[in-house]
């Protein structure tokens, strides 16, 4: 027999998950996992009230899903969504990238997901 969840079964999962990553050039980073709110934000802020893209483009969309993902030890934001955002530019590529990867896999984006919301 399979075992359906109910409401207090699902209910209960609402935590928050995390995970652990090595950068390739500036040590251990640790992303936390976005709640439905959160992607359905993130990808409504990649566009406009017409349903197109906005004007940050890819750039800004892999900035602010980083953002909204790294967390420090005690699970706050490294950098705010708002102001810090632009820190992320200066981050070394390899790290960036591969923060940017590891949050659209923790947060069962599918590879393309983010590039089509920039592209329609």
């Known amino acids: 027999m399979v075992d359906i969840l109910d409401r207090e079964a699902v209910l209960a999962k ?28 993130y990808e409504m802020a990649a566009l406009d009230k017409q349903g197109r893209p906005t004007k940050t483009g890819l750039a800004d ?21 708002d102001g810090d955002i632009e820190h992320i530019k200066e981050l070394p590529a390899a790290d960036a990238s591969a923060i940017f990867d590891a949050c659209l896999d923790f947060s069962g984006f599918a590879d393309s997901d983010v590039e089509e919301l920039v592209k329609n």
Request: proline share 2%; aromatic share 6%.
């Open 61 to 81: 969309a892999r900035r602010l899903l980083i953002a909204m993902m790294w967390v420090d030890a005690d699970g706050n934001r490294l950098f705010d969504s």
């Open 14 to 41: 609402r935590r928050r998950s995390y995970k652990i990553l090595e950068l390739p050039s500036s040590g251990t980073a640790r992303l936390q996992s976005l709640t439905e709110k959160e992607r359905s934000d």
